[in-house]
């Protein structure tokens, strides 16, 4: 199998999605697989899809359930030890999957890498504006999450079986639903930031803050630390192998 798993959601993103498929294309790291989830476009996506299909890419297609199902949909498809998330409005730089997998390569404990990005306006030009972690150090924490940290966190990289112990995105959130899994993967393995821009994120009315969103759902305090646990108890408790559950466990809750 591959060794890592590019997953691209998209919905309605005829305009946009070439671009960031393409940035996928040209990445220098070529140990991958694609997989686009199609959430049920009414748009010309379905079209730009079908280009990319006859080169190979794996195109899945469901009515439109959210974001959060469109990307645990593409995880149950992917073969990849490491799940590579990328919005369809987004962009790589050439480097991003060899970086971020020299860092899994190094530190096998890391759970999550995350690295700086650049944004850019609607129309693609790249701003001055570079975001990355805000609290001191390479490793983000519940804590720091909960402080401010969970909004500096886009497409990043993470261990698949990591991923699927933590019980994935929650598909019941319409928004906050990538905050809410930063959070419930801190409680279970570390996870790095690198201070490399190598991503661009586009800026337009479609999106959401990832600071307002942080600021909405997950405000410091005791209460979000035993509603995070309870969620990683409910999430182990699904894991189908014992082994894998009792040794999880073990990390998550101890």
């Known amino acids: 199998p591959p060794r890592v ?5 998209c919905y309605n993103s005829a305009e946009l999605l070439d671009a960031a498929l393409r940035s996928v294309a040209a990445q220098t790291f070529r140990d991958f697989e694609m997989i686009v989830v199609d959430d049920g476009s009414t748009d010309g996506t379905p079209l730009v899809l079908a280009e990319w299909e006859r080169r190979g890419v794996r ?43 020299a860092v899994f390569d190094e530190r096998p404990d ?32 519940t804590r ?24 994935g995105y929650d598909e019941t959130l319409r928004s906050g639903e990538d905050c809410d899994l930063w959070l419930r993967l801190s409680c279970a393995a570390p996870m790095r930031h690198l201070p490399r821009p190598l991503m661009l994120y586009r800026q337009h009315p479609g999106n959401i803050s990832r600071d307002v969103l942080a600021e909405k759902y997950f405000k410091p305090g005791e209460s979000s630390l035993e509603q995070l646990y309870g969620r990683v108890a409910r999430a182990l408790a699904s894991v189908e192998k014992p082994e894998l559950r009792a040794e999880w466990g073990q990390k998550f809750l101890t």
């Open 5 to 9: 798993s590019v997953l691209v959601p």
């Open 59 to 101: 195109v899945l297609r469901q009515a439109n359930r959210g974001p959060s199902a469109a990307r645990n949909n593409g995880v149950r498809a992917a073969r990849g030890e490491l799940l590579a998330f990328l919005d369809s409005d987004d962009l790589w730089r050439r480097t991003y999957r060899e970086e971020i997998v």
């Open 110 to 141: 890391v759970g999550l890498v995350a690295p700086a990005f650049q944004t850019m306006h609607a129309d693609g030009r790249p701003t001055r504006r570079l975001v990355g972690k805000k609290s001191p150090g390479p490793l983000y924490t």
């Open 144 to 167: 720091t999450l909960l402080q401010g940290d969970v909004g500096t966190i886009i497409n990043p990289v993470i261990r698949r079986e990591l991923f699927l112990a933590v019980g």
